[in-house]
């Protein structure tokens, strides 16, 4: 049997990576075998790329691109691909259109950066948290207490957030992550319990 596909998507500081751990809870509850994994990941090319948060402008666009599709890929064979056929539900923080959003927003054509990640399954379901740029900007500074990293200078938060509405895959399902904690989570149910049968 093969397992179900979810990826979390947004602009930062919109509380996904809280509400991913809460699915996988709430899942692990109901008895479903569940991966919970993100990206960039931990292994070698993703290690690269968190070095590289607050020196970004030493790699141009066209590098930057290629070390998250490297990094995908790793991700895709070494941890999905393996958990998917054991049947589990994948829980990832950012998939492709993170890309498409993130590197689209710096000038690439998201419609080339798709098409470069073929190779990817395709998810069952893409929760997408929308929130306003400023509220999102205003929880990274306050809850994580820290400052923005260069992929989230404001201008460019607002780009990458008009570039993941702009999406209309029928996979994306919009979450208004500007809810309560508790609110949010149990939409994110209600949606993966129907989408699901579960
Ligand atoms: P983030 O989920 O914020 O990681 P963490 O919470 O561990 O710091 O992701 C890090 C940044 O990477 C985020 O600002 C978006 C960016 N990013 C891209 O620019 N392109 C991509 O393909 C991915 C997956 C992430």
């Not at 666009?61 to 539900?89: K, N, S, T, W, Y």
């Not at 702009?166 to 809810?179: E, G, K, Q, T």
Request: charge should be negative; aromatic fraction near 8%; glycine fraction near 6%.
């Amino acid at each position: 049997m093969r397992g179900k596909l979810i990826a979390f998507e947004g602009i930062d500081g919109t509380g996904k990576s809280t509400q991913l751990k809460l699915l996988a809870t709430f899942l692990r509850q109901r008895g479903q075998l569940v991966l919970e994994t993100k990206e960039p990941t931990d292994g070698p090319v993703g290690q690269q790329i968190r070095a590289l948060f607050h020196n970004r402008k030493s790699l141009s666009l066209d590098e930057e691109l290629e070390l998250f599709i490297e990094d995908r890929r790793m991700h895709v064979l070494q941890h999905i691909l393996p958990a998917l056929e054991q049947g589990a539900f994948v829980l990832t923080d950012r998939y492709y259109y993170s890309t498409a959003a993130y590197q689209g927003a710096r000038g690439a054509d998201p419609e080339l950066i798709f098409e470069k990640n073929q190779f990817a399954p395709v998810p069952d379901l893409v929760l997408l948290f929308t929130m306003s740029c400023d509220e999102s900007v205003r929880r990274i500074e306050q809850f994580r207490g820290e400052k923005l990293n260069d992929f989230e200078q404001k201008d460019h938060l607002s780009k990458v957030a008009s570039l993941f509405a702009s999406f209309s895959d029928p996979a994306i399902v919009h979450v208004d992550a500007a809810r309560s904690l508790e609110v949010v989570r149990q939409d994110v149910v209600s949606i993966v319990c129907d989408r699901f049968d579960l």
